[in-house]
């Protein structure tokens, strides 16, 4: 398993604001993210390139649009889907 303070430690700040906010608020869509983080969506999906690249963060389908992709910190099991009702 990797730590991901280490692993975060070396990233760019764009790629270290994206991690806190998902540390923060949970998962979240590259949209969301964009929005919550004030960043450009492009800056997000590079920074979410660099955190899958140390395998801190796992991308999984959004239920609520499969288009989209939900983003999460890796081995956040609280954090999991919500069970479809």
């Keep these: 398993m990797v730590d991901p303070k280490s692993?975060?430690?070396?990233?760019p700040p764009s790629a270290k604001l994206v991690y806190?906010?998902?540390q923060y608020e949970?998962?979240?869509?590259?949209?969301?993210?964009?929005?919550?983080?004030?960043?450009?969506q492009?800056?997000?999906?590079h920074a979410l390139k660099k955190l899958e690249d140390?395998?801190?963060?796992?991308e999984s389908v959004y239920l609520?649009?499969?288009?989209?992709?939900?983003?999460?910190?890796?081995g956040d099991d609280a954090a999991a889907e919500p069970p479809l009702v």
């Design 7 to 11: 692993a975060v430690t070396s990233l």
């Design 20 to 22: 806190k906010t998902l």
């Design 26 to 40: 949970g998962p979240m869509t590259q949209a969301q993210l964009a929005d919550a983080s004030l960043l450009p």
């Design 42 to 45: 492009r800056t997000v999906r």
């Design 54 to 58: 140390v395998d801190v963060v796992e």
């Design 64 to 74: 609520m649009d499969a288009r989209k992709s939900n983003y999460r910190l890796a």
